[in-house]
């Protein structure tokens, strides 16, 4: 999330698996070094050294100096301003935030066919 792509992608399936388990990861110039230590210290293939991994666990990813600003009580109470609040447009359900496809009426090569149970379900 932090550079917008997966450092292992490939068009084909099978060969980002293989990226994942083999490839070597360049960082983006823009990333700091505290970025770099945290996602090596996630991404390592040996697990026995693997952050969250260790002795202490969780701990030592929430202690990361990328973390530092991180008040740790009051995210997990939810008392923390969001950097972002979308403008919601008509209440619960809005999906005004999301991009628009146009609706295709799929034929699933079941006309025809009589629901016996139906009118159990009107508006389903």
Not at 16 to 29: F, H, L
Not at 73 to 96: F, H, M, Q, V
Not at 108 to 124: R, T
Request: aromatic fraction near 14%; charge should be negative; proline fraction near 6%.
């Amino acid at each position: 999330m932090i550079a917008g792509t997966t450092p292992f992608y490939d068009p084909s399936p099978m060969k980002t698996y293989e990226n994942i388990t083999k490839c070597e990861i360049s960082y983006p110039n823009h990333f700091q070094l505290d970025v770099i230590n945290l996602l090596q210290g996630l991404i390592t293939k040996d697990v026995t050294y693997r952050l969250g991994n260790l002795k202490n666990g969780i701990l030592d990813i929430k202690n990361h100096r990328w973390f530092n600003e991180v008040i740790w009580d009051n995210l997990l109470k939810g008392n923390i301003e969001t950097p972002y609040e979308p403008n919601i447009a008509s209440g619960t359900g809005d999906a005004s935030q999301f991009e628009r496809y146009p609706e295709v009426a799929y034929d699933y090569g079941i006309s025809g066919i009589k629901d016996e149970y139906g009118y159990l379900f009107p508006d389903f």
